[in-house]
């Protein structure tokens, strides 16, 4: 079973949606969560932390944390095409660094 | 403000060669920082990891090996590249506890033929 799971994509969503990236992982003693975005060819770049269950928003991003089910999201409302990348959850569980998903492909259509 | 800075940008090199790749970070003392590697469509998957000069803890049995000779300096070596070491290559650095986030480097992108 892998760590990080998120669905590969890709996920596909008009331009002015909300769209919708899921995470879950493995390791009930995880304390740390992060959102990453990365384009084509580039390094990742850091979107989003969240640390306690709950919604925590950042402009037209919102990381959602729900530990008794071991899954986070991030919402991205009014979806531009420079949100169009692959966004990468990374989990922290008391080890010596961050585990990575595969990452979910975002397309947003003009 | 913090800057990392990786090279070289690209590299093209032939199985059997030499590999050293330069990390460095400016504007923090004593970060924590990270190797990782990302295979074509693939996640990152950890390398080593440095909380100190000369202190390397290392992920992942292969033939790379990472050295610190400075605070915010963080060499990834080998002596001899495989095809399998073919990959996006990522410096990352954080500071405080391995809980913090993680800011990465532009990357190394490394072709072995």
């Known amino acids: 079973q892998k760590e990080v799971e998120q669905n590969s994509g890709p996920l596909s969503v008009p331009e002015g949606a909300i769209a919708s990236l899921n995470c879950t992982y493995s390791?009930?003693?995880?304390?740390?969560f992060f959102w990453y975005r990365q384009y084509s060819g580039k390094s990742p770049e850091l979107i989003m932390s969240?640390?306690?269950?709950g919604d925590k928003e950042d402009g037209r991003f919102t990381a959602q944390l729900n530990k008794a089910s071991q899954y986070v999201s991030l919402l991205i409302r009014d979806s531009q095409p420079s949100d169009s990348a692959t966004y990468l959850c990374?989990?922290?569980?008391?080890?010596?660094?961050?585990?990575f998903g595969s990452g979910t492909r975002l397309q947003v259509q003009p | 403000s913090q800057t990392i800075h990786q090279w070289p940008a690209t590299l093209v090199q032939p199985v059997g060669s030499p590999l050293s790749l330069e990390c460095t970070v400016e504007g923090t003392s004593n970060p924590n920082l990270y190797w990782y590697r990302q295979a074509a469509g693939r996640g990152l998957q950890l390398l080593f990891y440095s909380v100190g000069i000369g202190q390397i803890s290392s992920e992942v049995p292969q033939n790379l090996s990472a050295s610190r000779p400075q605070d915010r300096q963080f060499i990834l070596s080998s002596k001899k590249l495989l095809l399998s070491d073919s990959g996006f290559y990522l410096c990352?650095?954080?500071?405080?506890?391995?809980?913090?986030?993680?800011?990465f480097g532009p990357g190394t992108r490394l072709t072995v033929l």
């Open positions: 990374a989990v922290e569980a008391g080890r010596r660094a961050l585990t």
């Open positions: 390791d009930r003693v995880s304390q740390s």
């Open positions: 990352a650095w954080s500071v405080g506890s391995f809980g913090d986030e993680q800011f």
């Open positions: 969240i640390y306690s269950n």
